[in-house]
């Protein structure tokens, strides 16, 4: 990548402009336009327990910018790999709808690419094997490639053939020479989580079979900020793709995407399709030409059209707020449900702690019996919203939103109501 040379790289060049010195991860143009600060943040996935209460919880900031160079928008790094995925508590198996989703995919793809027992289908970041499972059970050889020891373990023993490291270049390479290269690679939301960006790329170009075909999904930032999903950037979240830049990246490492399918998951995703750049067996389709040129009539190879995010976000904090503090004085009983990482964001962000939620609650047994980071809402089982009647249960992974509302459809039965902060507070 080029950049032009005037580019001072202090990174202060504007008067009132934080002082910043790092560098896109994918350009290495110096970062210095803000999309949003969001202040300071504790990381998502350290729910406390009661002792800790009495020890000092970092914080950091969270402060999303965009490069002036290729238009990435990304966070600085203040966690490791090591700390997000060494035992991460996020098992894939617990959300039914996306196990669905898995399935629906693995059908997808093996009539698709004719996938067969001669086929090879590696996916990086397979967590307990929700998805590869779906491919074992056709008889297609797998392997996953999964950092979190405890999560990788959960996936062998269902029958998920799994490795344990980290993606790069070098794990690429080492896994072709052990395991062969795969005739479909697929990632799914893990290309936001990775910090070298070119290492990650660079390593699927590497292992993919000559006439293999790469796909990813992740959330799609033209979705992010059209609708308020602010509390989607977290730090274990470093980067965040429109289409055209994420075109660019994997171009710049020799692959080309032949088709794009915009999915309702996580609020709104990408699903990708990439193909060595010399394969021209797979032309290039419609929706690929079509979708970059929305982005760019719509303006995201522009500056411009990153200004004024941090308004609608504040917006969004001034109507969540005004509901709470309206329902609250009102006598109501308002808890939470679930405690994604999204959610460690927006309660943070707003202030939200016991004084507007008595309790959240996640199926996930994990996090049961800790506390949200940073605002100490307690995490209970599901079973506790039966006991509390709550007159408001505010759905923080509002992705999963109609799971929820089936699932905790018993709320009615005392008049309980639903609702979600995004795109902005609603009552359902
Ligand atoms: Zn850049």
Redesign the pocket.
Known sequence: ?TRSASSPDSGVDRPGAAVTRFN?R????PLRTTLVDLGMSPLCQTHITHEQLHEMEPFYPLHAYV?D??F?VQLQEFVTPQHIFGEYAYFSSYSTSWVEHARRYSEMAISRFGLGPNSKVMEIASNDGYLLQHFVAAKIPVLGIEPAANVAKVAIDKGVPSTVRFFGCESADAIAREHGRPDLLLGNNVLAHVPDLNDFVGGMKRLLAPGGVITMEFPHLMRLMAENQFDTIYHEHFSYFSFVTVERIFAHHGLTMFDVEELPTHGGSLRIFARHAENADLPVGPRVVELRQREIADGFLSLDRYQGFTEQVKDTKRKLLGFLIDAKSRGKKVVGYGAPGKGNTLLNYCGIRTDFLDFTVDANPYKQGKMTPGTHIPILPPAAIREARPDYVLILPWNLKDEITKTAAYIAEWGGRFVVPIPEVRVL
Do not use: G
């Open positions: 990548m896109c994918f350009c290495a143009a490069c160079q290729c990435l």
